[in-house]
């Protein structure tokens, strides 16, 4: 019971549900991070493309990190790691030109990651230089609609 109504738990667990399953189809797949940081992104990014226009990277976790960076899949993992200053111990070891990831770090270690199909959220779309991708904790990044009529893009605001 969820307001002392019977059926009112099973009507909110249902809710959840779907809306999960509806993110699922939004570019976050579960994988080299948490899930909920995952599906939080892609929430967030459906409902800037569809409001403000912006996300805050504070607003999509609920973890301690002080820096993080957006990787397309042409960047090198040594640069990565040096712009970080962190290890990247999950790095593909392969690039896959249909995923991107976003990258939170910790001092010297990454400590969560999303897997982005770019499909459906693709922070590459615009040529950024991977130096320019990088982000603190009051990061920025634009979204808006993608070319092909589907999905998002993402850009670093300042």
């Given amino acids: 019971m969820l307001d002392g109504r019977p059926g009112r738990c099973l009507s909110?667990?249902?809710v959840a549900a779907l809306i999960v399953a509806g993110l699922a189809g939004c570019g976050a797949t579960p994988?080299?991070?948490t899930g909920s940081?995952?599906?939080r992104f892609a929430a967030l990014v459906e409902a800037a493309?569809?409001?403000d226009k912006t996300v805050?990277?504070?607003s999509v976790t609920h973890f301690d990190w002080d820096h993080g960076v957006a990787v397309c899949p042409r960047d090198s993992v040594d640069?990565?790691?040096k712009l970080l200053g962190a290890k990247w111990p999950d790095a593909p070891r392969a690039a896959d030109d249909g995923v991107a990831y976003v990258l939170f770090a910790g001092g010297d270690r990454v400590v969560d990651s999303i897997r982005i199909k770019r499909s459906a959220i693709d922070p590459?779309?615009?040529r950024v230089p991977l130096a320019k991708r990088a982000f603190g904790p009051t990061g920025v990044f634009r979204v808006s609609a993608a070319t092909g009529g589907t999905g998002w893009m993402l850009t670093p605001v300042g």
């Fill in 56 to 58: 805050a990277m504070t």
């Fill in 49 to 51: 493309g569809k409001g």
């Fill in 124 to 126: 590459c779309a615009g």
């Fill in 37 to 39: 940081t995952q599906t």
């Fill in 12 to 14: 909110a667990t249902v």
């Fill in 79 to 81: 640069a990565v790691e």
């Fill in 31 to 33: 994988g080299a991070g």
